[in-house]
Nanobody
Framework: VQLVESGGGLVQAGGSLRLSCAAS????????MAWYRQAPGKERELVAA???????YYADSVKGRFTISRDNAKNTLYLQMNSLTPEDTAMYLC?????????????WGPGTQVTVSS
């Protein structure tokens, strides 16, 4: 399984970005897909996750601002990010796994940088 993120960039506080993650390879066993983020000097954080059936999870810090979705027909995962703040600045990584969203993920993309200026 290969994952490639896109859509990152520089945005002003209050702005929006939409991240995409294109998945390819043997995807039949994949259940959960997720977005993680990692800022310099901080631990990797689970931002949002979604199961094959559409159940979602969000970190408290992004609830009401971020929306995760997936198009199983297009093998693509999305993260719509609104009302961005400088605290959202991080490398955003796409992950996919055969287990539930709270279990370890098996596959990771290289990441896309999101920078929010104040």
């Amino acid at each position: 399984v290969q994952l490639v993120e896109s859509g990152g960039g520089l945005v002003q506080a209050g702005g929006s970005l939409r991240l995409s993650c294109a998945a390819s390879g043997s995807l039949f066993a994949i259940n959960a897909m997720a977005w993680y983020r990692q800022a310099p000097g901080k631990e990797r954080e689970l931002v949002a996750a979604i199961s094959r059936g559409g159940s979602t999870y969000y970190a408290d810090s992004v609830k009401g601002r971020f929306t995760i979705s997936r198009d199983n027909a297009k093998n693509t995962l999305y993260l719509q990010m609104n009302s961005l703040t400088p605290e959202d600045t991080a490398m955003y990584l796409c992950a996919a796994g055969v287990g539930n969203y709270y279990e370890e993920y098996d596959y990771w993309g290289p990441g896309t940088q999101v920078t929010v200026s104040s």
